[in-house]
């Protein structure tokens, strides 16, 4: 179980980096967000792609079907199967926070505090506390309901915030409540998605000859979700 303060710490570093974005949209999805330098974004196939590689291997070894990470130098890979947009697109926003969670939480090893972590960070870019507390009323159903609408979150992600969401208002960090200004201010409403990955193009393009050498396999933080 996570400790509270460091809940606050986790929220509050996942509010400052959606108010690093220059542009929010009413759902959170982080292959529209500027990333860490440190950090590339990528679909399997375009990555087998573009270092020239079958596809094939970078499934090798892992259950881990719609993501995982790997570590290269100085640069986190996050890689998903894009095939999960159609089949699960609540899920693969999901899994892709979480991922970040682990990058963004410094987590190195496996271990199940580091799961719930970055479980929890996930929760905290997808659907804020400080987002969705402003829409919540003492209806439960309700309740998930337009949660799930408005974030277009899963029913899982969506019950569990009503349940577990940080409704004490005098403990949000003066970051959160910039978010929420911001958000309810300025967040816009298309549903549009930004070429993320090709920002990253060059970099995997100048290692390509190395990167054919990787073993693709988790960085060891993550289990089958």
């Known amino acids: ?62 259950k881990l079907l719609d993501g995982y990470t790997v570590r290269y130098n100085n640069f986190y890979i996050i890689l998903y199967d894009a095939d999960y947009e ?23 090893t496996d271990s199940a505090i580091a799961e719930e972590e970055a479980n929890y960070y996930a929760s905290q870019v997808v659907a804020p506390d400080c987002i969705v507390l402003p829409v919540l009323t003492c209806n439960r159903q309700h309740d998930i309901s337009v949660v799930r609408e408005h974030l277009c979150v899963s029913w899982e992600t969506a019950s569990i915030k009503v349940s577990q969401v940080n409704r004490n ?45 990787q073993v693709y396999k988790p960085c060891g933080t993550c289990k089958p979700r």
């Open 1 to 62: 179980m996570i400790e509270y303060d460091r809940k606050c710490e986790i929220r509050n570093c996942a509010a400052s980096f959606l108010l690093k974005q220059p542009v929010l949209y009413q759902v959170f999805d982080i292959r529209d967000m500027v990333l860490p330098d440190h950090i590339i974004l990528s679909s399997f196939s375009d990555y087998a792609k573009i270092i020239g590689i079958n596809p094939s291997r970078l499934h090798a070894d892992t």
């Open 86 to 108: 159609s089949q699960c697109p609540q899920r693969l926003r999901f899994s892709l926070a979480h991922e970040l969670g682990h990058v963004m939480l410094e987590h190195h």
């Open 169 to 213: 208002v005098k403990s949000y960090s003066k970051t959160e409540i910039l978010l929420n200004q911001r958000y309810y201010k300025e967040a816009n409403h298309r549903f549009y998605r930004r070429n993320k990955f090709q920002s990253n193009s060059l970099i995997l393009n100048m290692e390509a000859d190395d990167l054919k050498d």
